[in-house]
């Protein structure tokens, strides 16, 4: 019996030893994408080398290209063609789903200003329509607004496909979650509790091809870090803009697109859980191409309204103390949400 039993251990040493091994060569040959600086993770491994591949890659970059993500490509051409049919219509029609307070919907072009330190005089050079399907809870809760949805009369197929992108991208999100955790040496499910009613919500965005001018102020978005726990990107098309300021390299780089992966970038939640091991990256858009339009999708994944982001247990210890004070999530979004969107009022949310 005795025997038996270290002959287990001894193999089941080997095989983490071995697992060990290979993830350490697929991570060297994931950093090498073809002219892109930005590491790939790909979620047709098995979920420890995922794990692993997310650990080597949130804290010197943040951001990730994620591929096999099992989105099918179908499936977002269907919401970029919707997208483009929604900010075709006219400012009026536009302008009839706006969003206002408890409402998600319409934000015109420059209604945001995402760093008003250098975005002194003008707001972003985007135009973007926030959806989501509807909360679980009834009541009226901060944050758990409603859509103001596009008459069907006018864009027959919009809310059916944006809506299916968003559920699949709910999926994506509860299992890139569990990876994320099992990345911090936590359980699979430790996550769960804290995404009971999460504030996530889908935005499509439009960019005009005005250049931006980084010395006068003028971006297709001002330098940010995302708000939640991590966001999940689509790009039509190639059309460049995304750069990021990763902590590895001290200075901006493009984020071109990478046919069939999306982007992914980790948020000031997670920097938070896991006490600045894991890095929410700031990123912003810089226009050049004046031939084309830029036009994403991004699903933000945010934790519950009450939740508690304090450093995680495997992370801080005697040794390690929490760099940050628990903060309610919702709090930080109510936060930041106004600080960009400065013509909401969102005092009765407070
Ligand atoms: C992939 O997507 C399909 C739905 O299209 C789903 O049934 C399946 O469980 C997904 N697979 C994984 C590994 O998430
Ligand atoms: C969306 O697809 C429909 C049907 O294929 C097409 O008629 C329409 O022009 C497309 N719209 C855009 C904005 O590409
Ligand atoms: C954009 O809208 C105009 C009418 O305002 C229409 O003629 C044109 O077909 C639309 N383009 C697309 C791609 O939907
Ligand atoms: C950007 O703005 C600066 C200062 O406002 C101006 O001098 C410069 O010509 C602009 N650059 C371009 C390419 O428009
Ligand atoms: C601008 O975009 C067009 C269309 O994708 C492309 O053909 C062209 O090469 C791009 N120009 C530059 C300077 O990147």
């Not at 892109?36 to 080398?49: A, F, G, N, Q, T």
């Not at 919907?105 to 945001?112: I, M």
């Not at 050079?125 to 949805?149: I, M």
Request: glycine letters at 4%; one cysteine or more; hydrophobic letters at 35%.
């Amino acid at each position: 019996m005795v025997t038996n039993k270290t002959k287990i251990c001894f193999s089941s040493h080997m095989i983490v030893l071995v697992l060990i091994f290979i993830s350490k060569i697929l991570v060297n040959a994931s950093e090498n994408t073809g002219g892109s600086d930005i590491p790939v993770v790909d979620l047709s491994k098995s979920k420890y080398e995922v794990a692993q591949n997310i650990r080597n890659v949130a804290k010197d970059f943040g951001f990730f290209y994620l591929i096999n993500h099992n989105i099918s490509q179908v499936l977002l051409s269907k919401v970029f063609n919707q997208s483009m049919s929604f900010f075709n219509l006219s400012e009026l029609q536009k302008l009839s789903v706006k969003q206002r307070d408890g409402y998600f919907g319409y934000t015109p072009f420059e209604e945001e200003v995402l760093d008003k330190e250098r975005q002194y005089n003008r707001g972003d050079t985007k135009e973007g329509y926030y959806v989501r399907g509807p909360f679980a809870n009834k009541e009226r809760r901060p944050l758990q607004w409603e859509t103001l949805w596009i008459d069907e009369k006018i864009i027959p197929e919009f809310k059916a496909t944006t809506l299916e992108y968003y559920y699949r991208l709910k999926q994506l999100s509860l299992r890139l979650t569990s990876l994320i955790a099992l990345s911090l040496n936590l359980e699979e499910n430790f996550f769960d509790n804290k995404f009971q009613n999460p504030l996530d919500v889908l935005r499509l965005l439009h960019y005009t091809s005005e250049p931006s001018n980084i010395s006068s102020g003028i971006f297709g978005a001002g330098q940010h870090t995302d708000y939640g726990m991590f966001t999940i990107l689509a790009v039509l098309d190639h059309v460049s803009g995304l750069q990021i300021y990763p902590p590895r390299l001290n200075r901006w780089i493009d984020v071109p697109r990478l046919e069939n992966a999306f982007i992914v970038n980790l948020g000031d939640q997670l920097q938070r859980w896991t006490n600045d091991y894991y890095h929410s990256t700031l990123h912003r858009v810089v226009i050049a191409n004046t031939s084309v339009q830029r036009y994403s999708v991004a699903f933000f994944w945010e934790p519950d309204f009450e939740c508690l982001v304090s450093c995680v247990p495997t992370i801080c210890n005697e040794q390690e103390l929490p760099k940050y004070e628990p903060v309610m999530h919702g709090e930080h979004l109510l936060f930041k949400f106004s600080q960009g969107h400065t013509q909401l009022d969102l005092k009765t949310e407070l």
